[in-house]
């Protein structure tokens, strides 16, 4: 008997729930994680899981990335991870579930999602130890990621964790995937209310970057905030239609448009952190 013990059907479970999704086939991914009987599938997942993410190919692919996360959240959720005994390690040598989630967390580029999974990535650090600096992380949920200003500290670091993984509901993970791949098919159709750049030095490095922003308006009046490739939601104030608010940002900045056609974004004190030039 293997020590890979399936806990519960997770496609029992949604079936009664009765909903569907139009981009990504849940009944598909329940699927497979219900496949998973023992330790030798379970390798198997994650070789192919690991191989898919590692493609570079796949990084030009921002909906497969969403759907290896979505793959890695649901196994976990049925499974549990590694430090339960569950896994058999003599058989499972190459594939490190929790490693291999650390990667694909870190390239999905939709903010709300990566967000709200957070505590995927509070549970393998646990086990891997993976990082012991939280900003390495935390850059992939936040706006302002400048060598100037980096947002790292403590308080950030304990609002992003303290949700709890078995509280993570797959119907909300699959609504924010599937929210997001929307946005993506109709930001191909539109072409963006504005584009800027920022160019920076690494003082210790002395590796200049240069990164594009862009922000775009959908037909239902949402703005999206695309930030080194993360997208962001972002509201527009009623008040001022040159400020823009994101529904999800640990930074607890906003945007401002200026005359001169520069967008800044400020802290909640109104200090100017980062201009992105028109």
């Given at each position: 008997?293997?020590?890979?013990?399936?806990?519960l059907s997770?496609?029992?479970i949604f079936?009664?729930i009765?909903?569907s999704?139009?981009?990504?086939?849940?009944?598909k991914?329940?699927?497979?994680?219900?496949?998973?009987?023992?330790d030798?599938?379970?390798?198997?997942?994650?070789?192919?899981?690991?191989?898919?993410?590692?493609?570079?190919?796949?990084?030009?692919?921002?909906?497969?990335?969403?759907?290896?996360?979505?793959?890695?959240?649901?196994?976990?959720?049925?499974?549990g991870?590694?430090?339960?005994?569950?896994?058999?390690?003599?058989?499972?040598?190459?594939?490190?579930?929790e490693?291999?989630?650390?990667?694909i967390w870190?390239?999905?580029?939709?903010?709300?999602?990566?967000?709200?999974?957070f505590p995927?990535?509070?549970?393998c650090?646990?086990?891997?130890?993976?990082?012991d600096?939280?900003?390495?992380?935390?850059?992939?949920i936040?706006?302002?990621?400048?060598?100037?200003?980096?947002?790292?500290?403590?308080?950030?670091?304990?609002k992003?964790?303290?949700?709890?993984f078995?509280d993570?509901?797959?119907?909300?993970?699959f609504?924010?995937?599937?929210?997001?791949?929307?946005?993506?098919?109709?930001i191909?159709?539109?072409?963006?209310?504005?584009?800027?750049?920022?160019?920076?030095?690494n003082?210790?490095?002395?590796?200049?970057?240069?990164?594009?922003?862009s922000?775009?308006?959908?037909?239902?009046?949402?703005?999206?905030?695309?930030?080194?490739?993360?997208?962001f939601?972002?509201?527009?104030?009623?008040t001022?239609?040159?400020?823009f608010?994101?529904?999800?940002?640990?930074?607890?900045?906003?945007?401002e448009?200026?005359?001169n056609?520069?967008?800044?974004?400020?802290?909640?004190?109104?200090?100017?952190?980062?201009?992105?030039?028109?």
């Amino acid at each position: 008997m293997p020590k890979f013990k399936t806990q519960l059907s997770i496609l029992g479970i949604f079936l009664s729930i009765n909903f569907s999704f139009a981009q990504l086939d849940s009944t598909k991914i329940f699927n497979e994680i219900n496949s998973l009987t023992n330790d030798s599938l379970v390798d198997d997942f994650w070789r192919r899981l690991d191989s898919c993410d590692q493609d570079l190919n796949t990084f030009t692919k921002p909906i497969l990335q969403t759907e290896n996360l979505v793959k890695a959240i649901c196994f976990f959720k049925k499974f549990g991870f590694s430090d339960n005994n569950r896994f058999d390690k003599s058989k499972i040598s190459y594939s490190d579930a929790e490693m291999h989630s650390l990667y694909i967390w870190m390239h999905s580029s939709s903010a709300d999602l990566n967000y709200y999974s957070f505590p995927l990535i509070v549970e393998c650090k646990k086990i891997y130890k993976y990082a012991d600096d939280p900003n390495y992380f935390i850059q992939n949920i936040q706006v302002v990621r400048t060598y100037r200003y980096e947002l790292i500290n403590r308080k950030t670091i304990e609002k992003v964790e303290e949700n709890s993984f078995k509280d993570i509901d797959l119907k909300v993970v699959f609504s924010l995937a599937n929210e997001y791949i929307s946005i993506l098919k109709q930001i191909e159709q539109h072409a963006p209310k504005g584009n800027w750049e920022l160019i920076e030095v690494n003082e210790k490095t002395k590796y200049v970057s240069k990164n594009t922003f862009s922000m775009f308006q959908l037909k239902n009046g949402r703005y999206y905030f695309i930030s080194q490739g993360i997208y962001f939601k972002v509201n527009q104030s009623e008040t001022n239609k040159n400020i823009f608010h994101f529904e999800t940002n640990v930074d607890d900045t906003y945007l401002e448009l200026l005359d001169n056609g520069n967008l800044v974004n400020k802290s909640k004190e109104g200090e100017v952190l980062v201009t992105y030039v028109k």
